[in-house]
């Protein structure tokens, strides 16, 4: 069984860094890319950044030049580190891992960005 866990969320006070890390456990066969989403009450899940298996990155907008992902050799663990975080940064952030054996999400972590 595929299991995706977040960790590393809080609070985080506006300007701060967080560092968000998912680790993945269980079997997935040829990964292709993996990613960080975050969603706010009421709105539709907006993905922060990707990761594809030939290591290209993408991120949204909003948090180019602020935001880094990256994962480690094995494909096992993927980061999200954040920086000079704003109010708006606000979500809960989910892990996703695309494979050819499907899509996986973590249950996701709250970031709140506050004084």
Known sequence: QVQLVESGGGLVEPGGSLLLSCVVSGRIFSVSTMAWYRQTPGSQRELVAELTYGGS????ESVKGRFAISSDNTKKVVGLHMTRVKPQDTAVYFCNVRASSGAYWGQGIQ????S
Do not use: D, I, K, M
């Not at 990155?57 to 949204?60: K, L, Q, T, V």
């Open 57 to 60: 990155r993408n991120y949204a």
């Open 111 to 114: 970031v709140t960005v506050s």
